[in-house]
């Protein structure tokens, strides 16, 4: 078996490459080691290790964007499984497995013989991903806090404060969109936000559906309506701990396979931290599956603290 380690030495803390290295140093198996030095490397890497017919684990390390660039380059390979050595900031998808995920996908050598489970992906324009796709106000703030990142005076939480002032002081909370899911016909309608789940996690704290499962098959989707800044403001922490079954009134839920939004001005998407902007998108469940690997005793099984209640 191959196992490349592809590392985005950009991503998370100054120490976090050289702390790595130090890992892999100890590694009692063959290994390859690959950097990234731009957008599109990690795909570029994957996809050549796919080509080869031959069985590989490759290794994302980074964050959510390099996993997204890896499941891409390795979606729909049979001989290929990957996984996310959490190096980055944010690590939404590993978050499933549980608070101690860090600790868990750091030891190298359990993850290196870990069981592996075929994965849904979501498919938005043609871009996978294997975690959330959201659209509205909370897609705008992730897209406008890399902006503000380049700020030589902000830091990263700094950066999301100006964002999250900036869209939900500034800006208007809620935009017309058309939204189709199911049965739910959105028409030209002002809307908060709209977010597709295959994992649980986005967003660095936000856990809309508690019990989305990333293999069963099913996308759970929320549509938001137009809320004031005030509903807004009281929402969103049940909105982040998956309490949407509370409020019908304001968040509709479909659990399907598909859904299609358009507005007359560019909606801003973000696909596992990752921005797209257009004016309609479809976001379906793909084809593709992509084979992920972690530690004997990780789980990703719904607990009873995740559920919607």
Same mark, same amino acid.
């Given at each position: 078996?191959?196992?490349?380690?592809?590392?985005?030495?950009?991503?998370?803390?100054?120490?976090?490459?050289?702390?790595?290295?130090?890992?892999?140093?100890?590694?009692?198996?063959?290994?390859?080691?690959?950097?990234?030095?731009?957008?599109?490397?990690?795909?570029?890497?994957?996809?050549?290790?796919?080509?080869?017919?031959?069985?590989?684990?490759?290794?994302?390390?980074?964050?959510?964007?390099?996993?997204?660039?890896?499941?891409?380059?390795?979606?729909?390979?049979?001989?290929?499984?990957?996984?996310?050595v959490?190096?980055?900031?944010?690590?939404?998808?590993?978050?499933?497995?549980?608070?101690?995920?860090?600790?868990l996908?750091?030891?190298?050598?359990?993850?290196?013989?870990?069981?592996?489970?075929?994965? !849904?992906?979501?498919?938005?324009?043609? /871009?996978?991903? #294997?975690? @959330? =796709?959201?659209? &509205?106000?909370?897609? +705008?703030?992730? *897209?406008?806090?890399?902006?503000?990142?380049?700020?030589?005076?902000?830091s990263?939480?700094?950066?999301?404060?100006?964002?999250?002032l900036?869209?939900?002081?500034?800006?208007?909370?809620?935009?017309?969109?058309?939204?189709?899911?199911?049965?739910?016909?959105?028409?030209?309608?002002?809307?908060?936000?709209?977010?597709v789940?295959?994992?649980r996690?986005?967003?660095?704290?936000?856990?809309?559906?508690?019990?989305?499962?990333?293999?069963?098959?099913?996308?759970?989707?929320?549509?938001?309506?137009?809320?004031?800044?005030?509903?807004?403001?009281?929402?969103?922490?049940?909105?982040?701990?998956?309490?949407?079954?509370?409020?019908?009134?304001?968040?509709?839920?479909?659990?399907? !396979?598909?859904?299609?939004?358009?507005? /007359?001005?560019? #909606?801003? @998407? =973000?696909?596992? &931290?990752?921005?797209? +902007?257009?004016? *309609?998108?479809?976001?379906?469940?793909?084809?593709?599956?992509?084979?992920?690997?972690?530690?004997?005793?990780?789980g990703?099984?719904?607990?009873?603290?995740?559920?919607?209640?």
């Amino acid at each position: 078996m191959r196992h490349l380690f592809i590392i985005n030495p950009v991503a998370g803390k100054k120490n976090t490459t050289a702390q790595l290295e130090a890992l892999l140093e100890k590694l009692s198996f063959p290994h390859e080691v690959v950097y990234t030095t731009g957008e599109g490397d990690a795909q570029r890497f994957a996809q050549e290790a796919a080509r080869t017919g031959e069985p590989v684990r490759i290794y994302a390390c980074g964050g959510d964007g390099t996993l997204n660039e890896v499941v891409n380059g390795a979606a729909g390979h049979g001989h290929v499984a990957i996984t996310n050595v959490p190096k980055g900031t944010g690590n939404d998808f590993l978050k499933i497995f549980g608070p101690d995920y860090r600790t868990l996908f750091y030891d190298l050598e359990a993850l290196a013989v870990g069981p592996q489970t075929a994965i !849904d992906l979501v498919d938005c324009n043609g /871009k996978l991903g #294997i975690d @959330v =796709v959201c659209a &509205g106000v909370d897609a +705008r703030i992730a *897209a406008d806090v890399h902006r503000y990142k380049d700020w030589w005076f902000v830091s990263g939480i700094g950066a999301y404060i100006l964002a999250l002032l900036e869209n939900i002081f500034l800006k208007s909370i809620a935009r017309p969109m058309t939204v189709h899911m199911g049965e739910i016909r959105w028409e030209d309608r002002p809307a908060s936000l709209l977010c597709v789940c295959n994992g649980r996690h986005y967003g660095g704290g936000f856990m809309p559906v508690g019990d989305a499962m990333p293999d069963d098959g099913v996308l759970d989707m929320l549509l938001v309506r137009k809320v004031g800044l005030f509903t807004f403001l009281r929402l969103v922490g049940k909105y982040a701990k998956g309490l949407y079954k509370q409020y019908p009134e304001l968040i509709q839920d479909f659990h399907g !396979d598909a859904a299609s939004f358009s507005a /007359k001005e560019p #909606i801003t @998407v =973000v696909v596992d &931290g990752e921005v797209m +902007r257009d004016t *309609a998108f479809t976001v379906r469940l793909s084809e593709k599956k992509v084979n992920f690997f972690y530690p004997a005793g990780a789980g990703y099984q719904v607990s009873s603290a995740d559920k919607s209640s």
